[in-house]
Structure formats: structure tokens, C-alpha cells
């Protein structure tokens, strides 16, 4: 069982990244997919996350109209592309693959069966 993060960087504000996160080992298409954040000193907080048809997507409000979540399920991999990045988006950035979602909009770090070890992404003002 892995997932693989990468796509992680040093970026000015205004720029652009495109983190890709690659499944091996399990059924990837079986589950909905979650990517979280986590700054130094702070929890671990819900980004973005598309359903395991990849018809229905979810932001937090932080990231909305700036980043986009999608998945290639021939591909056993999902996507976050970064848009108008300012310095507090800088984090480690992992994916995650949802066990459930209990509804509202919100992945859970609890609710995760598979994590990634994640990707530094760094924003300079």
C-alpha cells in the first residue's frame, strides 16, 4: 500500500504548482481522495477532495477559485493545481485516501485509510 506525493517546491506568490499524488498496492478508484496541509505548529487541516468518480470535488474556503483537485483513475493517481499561491498556503501538503465521508462538504484526518508522506510546498512573499 503507498501513496506518493510529489510536485512540492519554493515558489513566489502569485505562482503556480501542481502536486500529483500516486496510489499503488490497493483499489484506488474504491475510494474518495483528500488532500490536507500541515504549517509548522499548526494541526493538520482539509484542503480539497474529489469523490471516487471524480464527479464531485469539495474546498476549503481558504483555496477556493485558486485550486482545483482531480483524479486519473486509469491513472491511480490525483491531482492539486495551485493557482495565485500566497505565502500562508506554504506547508508540508499530504494526499490522504478517505475510509468515509460523513458529509458537510469536510474531510477528517480520522477518517483517512491511506496517507502519503507528503510534499513541502513554500510560498515567499
Known amino acids: 500500500v503507498q501513496l506518493q506525493a510529489s510536485g512540492g517546491g519554493l515558489v513566489q506568490a502569485g505562482g503556480s504548482l501542481r502536486l500529483s499524488c500516486a496510489a499503488s498496492g490497493w483499489t484506488f478508484s474504491n475510494y474518495d481522495m483528500v488532500w490536507f496541509r500541515q504549517a509548522p505548529g499548526k494541526e493538520r487541516d482539509f484542503v480539497a477532495a474529489?469523490?471516487?468518480?471524480?464527479?464531485?470535488?469539495y474546498y476549503a474556503d481558504s483555496v477556493k477559485e485558486r485550486f482545483t483537485i482531480s483524479r486519473d483513475n486509469a491513472k491511480n493517481t490525483v491531482y492539486l493545481q495551485m493557482n495565485s499561491l500566497k505565502p500562508e498556503d506554504t506547508a508540508v501538503y499530504y494526499c490522504?485516501?478517505?475510509?468515509?465521508?460523513?458529509?458537510?462538504?469536510?474531510?477528517?484526518?480520522?477518517?483517512?485509510?491511506?496517507w502519503g508522506k507528503g510534499t513541502q510546498v513554500t510560498v515567499s512573499s
Open positions: 490522504a485516501a478517505a475510509r468515509y465521508y460523513r458529509g458537510s462538504y469536510y474531510y477528517y484526518v480520522d477518517d483517512m485509510e491511506f
Open positions: 474529489i469523490r471516487r468518480t471524480g464527479g464531485i470535488t
